[in-house]
Each structure stands twice: as structure tokens, then as C-alpha cells.
């Protein structure tokens, strides 16, 4: 639901509906815990709708909370496309657009698809838009999924 005011552009919406039902991050946390299930995302879309309204102390603390996830996922050396993704959108967030498009690359590689844009669907990876290289990691996965999409008999999308 997070992710869906954050595509919306209705981010505001998203931290007034968190502020309405847990007083902190914390509660939000014990709630929806990063580890497995929607935490980490929730998370993710809370460091991005904060972002945009404005609130650069509980945009640093939600972005300290994925680093510390993250972190820890990569010590465990988790190696889904679905946390590469992740990563690449904390990487973003956290102005490092070099190490989010390396990221970005990885869950390409991976066999990540998404049938838009893939800022479109993830956008806390917006600032990416424009860069050459994530034109052409961008390019990969339309390829990779019109593969797939040839293989179940699918026209081809464009890119």
C-alpha cells in the first residue's frame, strides 16, 4: 500500500497514514519486522515518502534502518534478484547512484523483469532515469523479457 502512494505521487499520504497508526519506526518495525515479508520494502517506501515530503530525520532514520538490513542480508549472502533490487533502491535513496546501478545491473543479470520502466516500478530508483547506463541495463531487461515472452507465444514489448 506504501509502494502505491509513493507511485501515485502521493507520498504525504503515505506518512500520514504510518503516523496515524504507530507513533514511531520502531512500532512500524515490530509490526512489520525487515526480515522476510514486506518489512524491508515498507521500510524502503517509508525512507522514500519522507524524502519527498521533506522530513530529512525520519528519511535518515528509515534509511538507517534498510542499511542495517541490508547489510546484514549481505553477510548472509543472500543472492535474490528481489534484494538486488533492494539494494539498489537503498543505494539511490542514499545518493550513491554509482553502487545502485551496479546493484541495479546485478538483479538484471539475475533474471529481474518488470513489464515498465523499471523506475516506474520501483521508484526510488527515479534518479537513474537519463543515465546512460541504466538506459542500458534498462534495455537487457526488456530483452530478457521478451525472451520470456517469445517462449509463452507473447508479442514483444517495446522498450
Avoid: K
Avoid at 506504501?2 to 503515505?14: D, I, V, W
Avoid at 520502531?26 to 525487515?34: F, G, K, S, T, V
Avoid at 543472500?78 to 533490487?85: G, K, P, R, V
Amino acid at each position: 500500500m506504501l509502494n502505491f502512494y509513493n507511485l501515485t505521487g502521493r507520498s504525504r499520504e503515505a506518512v500520514e497514514y504510518v503516523e496515524a497508526r504507530w507513533p514511531d519506526l520502531d512500532a512500524l518495525e515490530r509490526d512489520y519486522p525487515p526480515y522476510g515479508g514486506l518489512g524491508h520494502l515498507m521500510m524502503l517506501d517509508m525512507a522514500l515518502a519522507y524524502s519527498r515530503v521533506g522530513n530529512q530525520q525520519r528519511f535518515e532514520d528509515a534509511l538507517a534502518r534498510v542499511e542495517r538490513v541490508s547489510r546484514d542480508l549481505q553477510e548472509q549472502g543472500i543472492q535474490a534478484a528481489i534484494f538486488f533490487m533492494s539494494e539498489a533502491s537503498h543505494q539511490a535513496l542514499a545518493g550513491n547512484l554509482d553502487a545502485s546501478l551496479e546493484w541495479l545491473d546485478r538483479a538484471v543479470t539475475r533474471g529481474f523483469i518488470s513489464t515498465l520502466r523499471i523506475a516506474q516500478e520501483w521508484p526510488y530508483l527515479e534518479p537513474l532515469e537519463g543515465d546512460p547506463r541504466y538506459e542500458e541495463i534498462q534495455s537487457r531487461m526488456i530483452e530478457h523479457l521478451n525472451a520470456e515472452r517469445a517462449e509463452l507465444g507473447l508479442d514483444p514489448v517495446e522498450a
